[in-house]
């Protein structure tokens, strides 16, 4: 039977002794039948709805064990038993002890059920995302399978509106696609022919045909299906502690127990049925779901929260270690900067300076050329057509265009001076750690074109709150102590380490920790190293290419604010798991003394029922606690 | 006479509580039994884990079954820190978990409250 069904049976059951509890002492009202319909009632409670706590009690005793059933059993069957033998004496007795703390703790279960499985609903909500069924090209015809039959290299067809069955590369065609299920970016994203698609992604506007690369357990989201899967049943460490509480909570409180009734009975000559009640009180109050429940559920909901918005954290050992966190150090390239280079200045006329520059770089496929080709294309200047191409390795390009000669390329290029304002310019550029090409035709330099890895977006700003919030912020890279120095001021790092070889980089992390505890950003590819010297790694992926091995936390989207988002997300989470704690605890350590009458001369005492209706909300109120997590401030 | 009686059998209670629950009783232990090239090993679940301990050789696939015939709530799941694995054991079904066993050591595992905990040792 439910323990919905239970509890159903249990209040309908308890209904009528609650109505001459309330009705009783106003009007004089009593229940036909008084004691034995209080005893029948009680009976059919006991037997149907408290005997799966018996069993349970019963079976875990014999492994010498003892749980939360132990307490509920011990203390109904101890009002109940003790009920049946004052009535036979004709003495008061309290049948609705029993059965209105079997009531109210499967209340507090039903509750429980309820709360729970909103607090592990992530995984669900994620393995509800994955396609059913993908339009595959086989044969020359599109024929629709089920997504377990999809393989790598199958070429599949996407019409706008539909769900984008696995991990690939567009193949034709081109699309805004809505992947905020699986990064958490909020924007819809274009792609184009050559671009990842993330399998579970919706396409928005265009149809397109790509080619599978990841399918079923290699794929993108069931990767982070498995890896939230880890974390929601891992451990924090701090759990350790609540273990060896827990194992010897249960027997502990059935002996104080029993010494609250021997001081009552015995020492301060309460009667019998007082000095059980306090007794039973006792045993109601302590039960330690609460303390159970604590971890377990803000870990599955701050993880989950965390994977809706693209942030993965692996368990609870990396919460706990990004709780003291002294510096954030980042790597440079790809994680503070962009990664390739972007145009930032062009010097002469503008148009003209790119029209010559794109149409000579166009084949070309070296960063800067790209960079180049990009900005005319974002200014919608259109390439013209060259003949008698020409590359100078290390210096540049030159070609034929509308019957003049015309280069793109460094100093070593050219045979000529530049003219004093040009030179100025470039010294100016060039102090900003800049990459200058010079732009030029028919032997006359015509402008400047400046290039740099510029910073993302958000850089600066996630900067900025990491060192309010008292962080040290210091970046690592093997560029040269100019360039870095330029991009440290841009984005207001506190400290630049330069030249820093490859390998070395988790050595500068090692020496870094002698002053506190490191986390160290990087993309998670090539700075697996460092990533775990760090005491926490944050593994910051692009799309499809997440490295899920090197990171304690891995970052879907590549935006650096994520790196602040995270570290908040752990420290709330981690920070509820410690409230949660110390609610249970004090609820606990509160609760025993005033149930025990303890502060009976103060008027305080606790009857077993409305222990009984305490100790289901506490766990009821852990677990909101908990879901409190989905609604905190990060950021 | 009558509370001093009292006194007593309470003292008598405590004491065999300490014994029962904190004294040093042996655990159930058992060996995987193999068979071609699996191994497979039958947990019942009822107010514990029985047999406490299970005893896997390294490296050959192996199953653990689950067999729950306990009602309480705090068996409803069963949750291996180690492995990644959390799931639900319906009563009175045979729930089989795959363990994987390419690492020795000791593993804890535990029911979705962490109360009750068992052991697998891989050697």
């Given at each position: 039977m439910s323990v919905k069904a239970r509890f159903i049976i249990a209040a309908v059951?308890?209904?009528?002794?609650?109505?001459?509890?309330?009705?009783?002492?106003?009007?004089?009202?009593?229940?036909?039948?008084?004691?034995?319909?209080?005893?029948?009632?009680?009976?059919?409670?006991?037997?149907?709805?408290?005997?799966?706590?018996?069993?349970?009690?019963?079976?875990?005793?014999?492994?010498?064990?003892?749980?939360?059933?132990?307490?509920?059993?011990?203390?109904?069957?101890?009002?109940?038993?003790?009920?049946?033998?004052?009535?036979?004496?004709?003495q008061p007795v309290f049948f609705e002890v029993a059965a209105f703390v079997i009531t109210f703790i499967l209340l507090g279960q039903v509750f429980e059920e309820m709360t729970k499985g909103r607090a592990s609903s992530a995984i669900e909500k994620l393995l509800g995302l994955q396609a059913r069924d993908a339009e595959v090209l086989r044969d020359g015809e599109v024929v629709l399978v089920p997504i377990n039959e999809v393989?790598?290299?199958?070429?599949?067809?996407?019409?706008?509106?539909?769900?984008?069955?696995?991990?690939?590369?567009?193949?034709?065609?081109s699309s805004t696609i809505d992947e905020a299920m699986v990064t958490g970016e909020s924007m819809p994203v274009t792609k184009k022919v050559g671009d990842a698609v993330i399998g579970s992604t919706i396409n928005k506007t265009g149809a397109f045909t790509f080619k599978a690369t990841k399918v079923g357990e290699a794929a993108l989201l069931a990767q982070i299906i498995e890896m939230v899967k880890n974390a929601q049943v891992s451990r924090a460490p701090i759990q350790k502690i609540v273990d060896t509480i827990s194992n010897v909570f249960v027997p502990v409180v059935l002996i104080i127990a029993i010494i609250t009734f021997v001081a009552w009975y015995v020492f301060l000559g309460a009667d019998a049925s007082?000095?059980?009640?306090?007794?039973?009180?006792?045993?109601?109050?302590?039960?330690?779901?609460?303390?159970?429940?604590?971890?377990?559920?803000?870990?599955?909901?701050?993880?989950?929260?965390?994977?809706?918005?693209?942030?993965?954290?692996?368990?609870?050992?990396?919460?706990?270690?990004?709780?003291?966190?002294?510096?954030?150090?980042?790597?440079?390239?790809?994680?503070?900067?962009?990664?390739?280079?972007?145009?930032?200045?062009?010097?002469?006329?503008?148009?003209?300076?790119?029209?010559?520059?794109?149409?000579?770089?166009?084949?070309?496929?070296?960063?800067?050329?790209?960079?180049?080709?990009?900005?005319?294309?974002?200014?919608?200047?259109?390439?013209?057509?060259?003949?008698?191409?020409?590359?100078?390795?290390?210096?540049?390009?030159?070609?034929?265009?509308?019957?003049?000669?015309?280069?793109?390329?460094?100093?070593?290029?050219?045979?000529?001076?530049?003219?004093?304002?040009?030179?100025?310019?470039?010294?100016?550029?060039?102090?900003?750690?800049?990459?200058?090409?010079?732009?030029?035709?028919?032997?006359?330099?015509?402008?400047?074109?400046?290039?740099?890895?510029?910073?993302?977006?958000?850089?600066?700003?996630?900067?900025?709150?990491?060192?309010?919030?008292?962080?040290?912020?210091?970046?690592?890279?093997?560029?040269?102590?100019?360039?870095?120095?330029?991009?440290?001021?841009?984005?207001?790092?506190?400290?630049?380490?330069?030249?820093?070889?490859?390998?070395?980089?988790?050595?500068?992390?090692?020496?870094?920790?002698?002053?506190?505890?490191?986390?160290?950003?990087?993309?998670?590819?090539?700075?697996?190293?460092?990533?775990?010297?760090?005491?926490?790694?944050?593994a910051m992926g692009s799309g499809t290419d997440i490295a899920i091995e090197s990171g304690g936390i891995v970052l879907v989207k590549n935006d650096i604010m994520d790196v602040v988002r995270a570290l908040s997300l752990s420290q709330k989470t981690f920070g509820r798991i410690k409230l949660n704690l110390f609610w249970a605890f004090i609820y606990n350590t509160l609760g025993i003394p005033v149930a025990a009458g303890l502060f009976v001369w103060a008027g305080l005492t606790l009857s077993p029922e409305l222990a009984g209706l305490a100790m289901a909300f506490s766990s009821v109120s852990v677990v909101v606690s908990s879901l409190l997590l989905n609604r905190a401030r990060l950021a | 006479m009558e509370k001093l009686l009292v006194a007593i059998g309470a003292a008598l209670v405590v004491g065999s509580i300490v014994w029962w629950f904190f004294g040093k009783h042996t655990t159930t232990e058992k060996e995987a039994d193999m068979s071609n090239d699996m191994q497979e090993v039958t947990v019942t679940v009822s107010g514990g884990y029985t047999p406490n301990t299970v005893v896997l050789r390294q490296g050959v696939p192996a199953k653990i079954?689950?067999?729950?015939?306990?009602?309480?709530?705090?068996?409803?799941?069963?949750?291996?820190?180690?492995?990644?694995?959390?799931?639900?054991?319906?009563?009175?079904?045979?729930?089989?978990?795959?363990?994987?066993?390419?690492?020795?050591?000791?593993?804890?595992?535990?029911?979705?409250?962490?109360m009750f905990h068992g052991k697998v040792v891989i050697k």
């Open positions: 059951l308890s209904a009528p002794m609650l109505a001459e509890m309330i009705l009783g002492p106003l009007t004089g009202w009593k229940l036909p039948g008084h004691t034995w319909t209080m005893l029948g009632l009680t009976t059919v409670i006991m037997i149907v709805c408290g005997a799966p706590f018996i069993h349970t009690a019963w079976a875990a005793f014999r492994n010498h064990h003892a749980n939360m059933d132990t307490l509920i059993a011990i203390g109904t069957s101890t009002a109940y038993l003790y009920s049946i033998y004052a009535m036979m004496n004709h393989t790598v290299g199958d070429i599949i067809r996407v019409r706008p509106g539909q769900k984008i069955a696995v991990d690939g590369v567009i193949t034709e065609g007082q000095a059980l009640m306090y007794g039973v009180a006792v045993l109601i109050i302590a039960c330690p779901c609460a303390l159970g429940l604590a971890t377990p559920t803000a870990l599955m909901v701050g993880t989950g929260r965390g994977a809706r918005m693209g942030i993965l954290v692996k368990n609870g050992e990396v919460l706990e270690a990004a709780n003291n966190i002294k510096t954030v150090v980042f790597d440079k390239t790809g994680t503070i900067t962009l990664g390739q280079p972007t145009v930032t200045d062009i010097i002469g006329d503008e148009k003209e300076v790119l029209l010559l520059a794109s149409s000579l770089e166009h084949s070309s496929e070296h960063p800067i050329a790209q960079a180049i080709v990009d900005k005319a294309a974002s200014l919608g200047v259109v390439p013209q057509k060259i003949t008698r191409f020409k590359a100078v390795e290390g210096k540049g390009v030159t070609a034929d265009i509308a019957g003049t000669r015309a280069f793109v390329g460094n100093v070593k290029l050219l045979d000529v001076q530049l003219s004093g304002d040009l030179a100025a310019e470039m010294q100016r550029l060039q102090n900003e750690a800049k990459t200058v090409v010079i732009v030029g035709r028919a032997g006359w330099v015509i402008g400047l074109i400046a290039v740099q890895d510029v910073p993302k977006k958000t850089s600066s700003e996630a900067i900025a709150i990491l060192k309010k919030r008292g962080l040290s912020t210091v970046m690592v890279t093997g560029d040269n102590q100019r360039v870095a120095e330029a991009i440290a001021a841009q984005v207001g790092i506190d400290e630049v380490i330069a030249e820093v070889l490859p390998g070395d980089k988790a050595n500068r992390v090692t020496s870094l920790q002698q002053s506190g505890n490191v986390a160290f950003v990087g993309d998670g590819i090539n700075d697996a190293p460092a990533l775990a010297a760090a005491d926490l790694g944050i | 079954v689950f067999e729950r015939k306990d009602p309480s709530g705090c068996f409803n799941e069963v949750v291996f820190p180690d492995f990644g694995v959390h799931e639900e054991l319906p009563v009175g079904d045979k729930h089989p978990i795959a363990i994987d066993t390419s690492k020795p050591g000791e593993y804890t595992y535990a029911c979705g409250m962490n």
